[in-house]
């Protein structure tokens, strides 16, 4: 591995640095909300399949 190479990777890895607190509660509570949203729409379409 080239030195630039080594560099780069490193200051990809980084480049964010840690993330707030507030804003891993934001990302898991939207991850939440989505996958709630995702099965909500799993059950009503199973149901749908079933009495159709």
């Keep these: 591995m080239s030195v630039p190479d ?8 980084h480049r964010h640095g840690t993330p707030a ?6 990302d898991a509570a939207a991850l939440r909300l989505a996958a709630a949203a995702a099965a909500s729409a799993l059950l009503w379409l199973t149901i749908g399949w079933a009495l159709a």
């Design 6 to 13: 080594h560099a780069h990777l490193h200051h990809d890895g």
């Design 21 to 26: 607190p507030r804003t891993v509660l934001a």
